[in-house]
């Protein structure tokens, strides 16, 4: 029977009248949430029971748990959390190539302790790998179903940092250099009549129609956007709170810089989110069911399938007569617009969520706007016999 421990109970300030619960299994730590405490109590004392029933397995506070004991363990109580897809995925790198990498003659990666996994195992599983002739995208796929376990290992505090992570060769940077400028080129914003063709095209929509008006308005990454929930709407402010992303089948409780911001709200878009927001009630009280807990939930009420949203946006740009463009541009369209407009790159910097305004400057340069100002002429405005009339 595994070893079940009760960790705390609250209401989420982030998010008022969202109740959380903390427990470990097997030393593996899980989360829930619910609408209510009561609603939560209930929940609770259900998976505790299902926990319980459960094969007992090593403790993850254990120090010297290794990493296939670990890997199995963990990739188990993930099955909550993320896609099942994903999860086999992971399964299969793992068990298939990097546990039984042998690091020494003796010992394979699996059999070493996770505190114990250094960066230049990884970087010898890479490069075993890659001499024989893996395709480099399944060996990326290796070393990221690793990461994903090590992090893992970070969040239960066996270990201070992902080692995964630290790894890091002349070669990926030059790639990253590359990919860098090849994004830079690839940036194709929309102009404002064009967007306002989709946004128009796109109100019909039923299920993705809200979801890319507020990608355009807002400049959200995709993975912002489809972990919002209704609260995060501030109508009395008219601002969105953006403090997570759902990433690799869940909602991470932080966004790709790890700042929260607040996104201000244009007129026309709180205006949409409102009836947005009505529909939802409306509809799950017909169904007797709560609100969903996503603001953009799809058909079945869980988070949106990205494969489908992309066919949807494309559908919608055809109905709109453009061409061309991916999701990813609507976030382009918001940046160019505002800095076409005016507005201050600081301003912009801060709505998208840059963490420097260079980020953004190295990005949209071209869309500032320029004129033919002579904006030198401002240090003769004071002559000599302008300085003496004011001494009069």
């Known amino acids: 029977m595994a070893t079940v421990v009760m960790g705390t109970m609250r209401e989420r300030k982030d998010r008022p009248g969202t109740h959380e619960a903390v427990y ?5 730590r899980r989360r829930i949430s619910a609408r209510s405490r009561e609603e939560l109590v209930q929940e ?8 319980k029933k459960e094969p007992d397995g090593p403790s993850l506070w254990d120090p010297s748990v290794t990493l296939a004991a670990y890997t199995k363990s963990c990739l188990d109580s993930m099955s909550q959390d993320v896609e099942s897809k994903t999860l086999e995925n992971y399964r299969q790198l793992m068990e298939a190539h990097v546990l039984p990498f042998k690091i020494t003659n003796d010992h394979t990666l699996g059999q070493i302790k996770v505190r114990d996994i ?17 395709a480099k995208n399944t060996v990326r796929l290796m070393r990221s179903a690793l990461s994903s376990i090590l992090t893992e290992a970070v969040d239960d505090e066996i270990i201070p940092l992902n080692p995964a992570l630290l790894l890091s060769t002349r070669k990926k940077r030059k790639a990253d250099r590359q990919n860098k400028a090849e994004f830079e080129d690839s940036i194709q914003p929309m102009d404002s009549q064009q967007l306002g063709a989709f946004v128009e095209t796109a109100q019909p929509e039923k299920e993705f129609g809200v979801f890319f008006i507020t990608l355009g308005k807002t400049g959200l990454r995709p993975s912002e956007a489809i972990a919002l929930t209704p609260s995060d709407v501030d109508f009395g402010t008219g601002v969105l709170r953006v403090s997570k992303a759902y990433i690799s089948g869940r909602v991470r409780p932080y966004t790709k810089t790890g700042r929260s911001r607040n996104v201000d709200l244009s007129k026309d878009l709180a205006g949409i989110l409102h009836a947005h927001i009505a529909k939802l009630r409306e509809a799950a009280f017909k169904k007797g069911q709560p609100m969903p807990e996503q603001l953009f939930p799809n058909r079945a009420g869980n988070y949106i399938d990205w494969n489908n949203a992309v066919d949807a946006f494309h559908r919608i740009c055809k109905k709109a007569k453009i061409t061309r463009f991916r999701p990813y541009d609507l976030r382009h369209t918001f940046a160019s617009l505002l800095l076409q407009s005016g507005a201050p790159i600081t301003y912009v910097s801060a709505q998208l969520g840059h963490e420097k305004p260079t980020t953004t400057l190295r990005f949209y340069a071209r ?5 033919s100002r002579r904006y030198v002429d401002a240090l003769d405005r004071s002559t000599p016999e302008t300085e003496e009339e004011e001494e009069k």
């Not at 470990?24 to 593996?28: E, L, P, S």
């Not at 609770?44 to 926990?51: F, H, K, M």
């Not at 250094?118 to 893996?134: C, T």
């Open 367 to 371: 869309w500032l706007p320029s004129d």
């Open 44 to 51: 609770l004392n259900r998976r505790i029971e299902d926990a």
């Open 118 to 134: 250094k960066v230049r195992h990884i970087k010898a599983l890479v490069i075993s790998k890659r001499k024989d002739e893996y």
């Open 24 to 28: 470990w299994v097997n030393g593996r």
